[in-house]
């Protein structure tokens, strides 16, 4: 996927009719020729900040393409861009919300991004506030794991750091 993502990063189409587009797992080879002249065409408007209207399939396309390191400057504007699309489609598009917003704190976390939550938390326009902190403390648990030594850890979990030696009686 990354290398096809690479090799579409810059294509753009200027005019295409909307076609309806469903898969579970969107990728290029899904999109038949019609599919794809929308695609690009929508994807163009997206990254130019105009969110028309388009199918889920569509949209997890693109974002797949932000997760594979693809269409960003830098890991901050791929989080942002996230933010984006979280924005403008999470209110119509419910499942799309579901999964970007954890993979949103997903990304930060394995790109070392720190996360404020109370920033995040504004940007999510049409968010629920508890799905957004459900997340957040999904991503702020996980983060912090990461972070400790594996000694506290086993400390933690009281697990012995040597196995017990057990005699026979």
């Not at 005019?15 to 469903?22: K, L, S, T």
């Not at 976390?109 to 920033?119: C, G, R, S, V």
């Not at 957004?132 to 850890?153: C, G, N, P, Q, T």
Request: some cysteine; glycine content about 4%.
């Amino acid at each position: 996927f990354s290398e096809l993502a690479r090799h579409y990063e810059n294509k753009v189409v200027e005019q295409a009719e909307q076609v309806a587009f469903f898969s579970y797992w969107p990728s290029y080879s899904a999109l038949d020729y019609g599919q794809r002249q929308w695609y690009f065409y929508w994807r163009g408007k997206v990254r130019s900040g105009e969110y028309i209207d388009t199918d889920d399939s569509y949209i997890y396309l693109h974002a797949y393409e932000l997760l594979a390191g693809v269409g960003w400057r830098d890991t901050e504007d791929g989080a942002q861009q996230i933010c984006r699309l979280l924005n403008a489609y999470g209110a119509t598009h419910p499942r799309i919300f579901q999964d970007l917003v954890i993979w949103l704190f997903d990304f930060c976390m394995l790109n070392k991004i720190p996360i404020d939550k109370e920033a995040y938390m504004d940007q999510f326009q049409y968010a629920k506030a508890e799905e957004v902190f459900s997340s957040w403390v999904s991503y702020s648990i996980a983060h912090k794991l990461r972070d400790m030594r594996a000694e506290a850890l086993f400390r933690m979990a009281e697990v012995p750091l040597q196995p017990k030696i057990v005699e026979d009686d």
